[in-house]
């Protein structure tokens, strides 16, 4: 795929909760010693996007270096009035991709970042589906709380996860320190002879390659016993929806868990067309919830599983920024395995619950299929 191979992290731990996540990830702010790099698509003026912006906050105070990319239009609730603190602390906080009324600005709107990354100290990073708002907290939203997944890694891999996020934050209009030495503490060495192999994929529309989609592609096609993948939204292109097609005619077991309700009534309208189809072809599609299912991720047999921010769909895979890491450790697979089977019990089967929509209801999901290039 042209991004290198897996490197050994010393440690993956998988943050099935959104709590877990959120106690996590500010632990880890509270250690830093160096500096703290976050890319993030939703970051909310609300509890739980307060609390991680005031670890962040406490940790420039304590004089570590804060760096953090929002998306423009994800993140538009936190005006700079939310970003005060952190700024008056020390840190620093950029909007990326601002969209402007300008011809310019408006060839560019719909590139956004969707990557949800925080890097610590150069040594630790967090990559998934959670947001920094209060819908993954049940703390806060109870039973309502979306249902996602986040990994926590460290060792090499953290490498790659600190590299991109460096380069969106130039593209950005940030700065970095001139002298080489400064730099290369961002990229501490790794220590690690042994560990558990992690491969970062990236794609964005600076890629035509499409990587995460072609690993999408290649293991699909490589699978032999099973494919079990969780998605928020079901938009294959053709490349796609065939690979889970002939997966299944290989005798593949293929199952598809996607929210029952989801947060976009046009892409859920939309992703519905395509769960009927494939459950036709033969895949096992299943509707989790409510709540709202948000992870993105994959098993592949006993050979590799990805927890990423990828939905199956074309801006995932063509218009946005996206990141996935990809675990070819069996605990780990195993681990994502379990909690793929826990929620599939708390699921119900769509082709079952297909029998029971309108007419009206799927002549309104035809028409919104037509926007799936773009959704």
Not at 103 to 120: C, Q
Request: proline share 5%; charged share 25%.
């Amino acid at each position: 795929l042209g991004q290198g191979g897996p490197t050994l992290a010393s440690a993956v731990d998988i943050l099935g909760e959104g709590d877990e996540f959120l106690a996590a990830l500010e632990s880890a702010i509270a250690g830093a010693r160096d500096h703290v790099h976050a890319e993030y698509y939703i970051w909310e003026p609300d509890g739980a996007g307060t609390r991680i912006r005031d670890a962040l906050a406490a940790a420039a105070r304590r004089g570590v270096e804060v760096r953090v990319i929002f998306d423009a239009l994800g993140s538009g609730d936190a005006g700079p009035a939310f970003w005060a603190p952190l700024r008056e602390a020390g840190g620093t906080a950029l909007a990326f991709n601002p969209v402007r009324l300008s011809i310019a600005s408006l060839n560019f709107a719909n590139f956004r970042t969707h990557r949800k990354i925080v890097v610590v100290d150069g040594a630790l990073g967090f990559v998934g589906g959670n947001n920094l708002h209060d819908p993954v907290s049940r703390t806060a939203k109870g039973a309502e709380a979306w249902r996602d997944v986040h990994a926590r890694i460290a060792g090499e891999p953290v490498r790659r996860l600190q590299r991109l996020v460096l380069e969106n934050w130039l593209y950005a209009g940030g700065k970095v320190p001139g002298d080489l030495g400064s730099v290369k503490r961002f990229f501490p060495p790794a220590m690690a002879t042994a560990g558990q192999p992690v491969q970062i994929l990236a794609s964005g529309p600076d890629d035509e390659d499409a990587p995460i989609h072609a690993f999408f592609l290649a293991a699909l096609s490589a699978a032999r016993t099973r494919a079990w993948i969780q998605t928020p939204y079901l938009i294959p292109d053709e490349p796609l929806e065939s690979a889970l097609r002939i997966a299944v005619l290989r005798g593949v077991d293929v199952q598809v868990i996607v929210p029952r309700v989801g947060d976009s009534r046009i892409v859920s309208a939309a992703s519905r067309t395509y769960c009927e189809a494939l459950s036709r072809a033969g895949v096992h599609v299943l509707e989790y919830g409510p709540p709202m299912l948000h992870a993105k991720t994959m098993v592949i047999d006993d050979t590799v599983a990805v927890v990423g921010t990828a939905n199956l769909d074309n801006r995932s895979f063509r218009l946005n920024f996206e990141v996935a890491a990809a675990f070819y450790d069996r605990g780990v697979i195993r681990e994502l395995s379990r909690r793929f089977e826990a929620d599939r019990a708390a699921s119900t089967d769509f082709a079952r619950r297909r029998r029971e929509g309108s007419k009206v209801q799927a002549m309104l999901e035809s028409l919104a299929r037509l926007s799936s290039p773009v959704l």
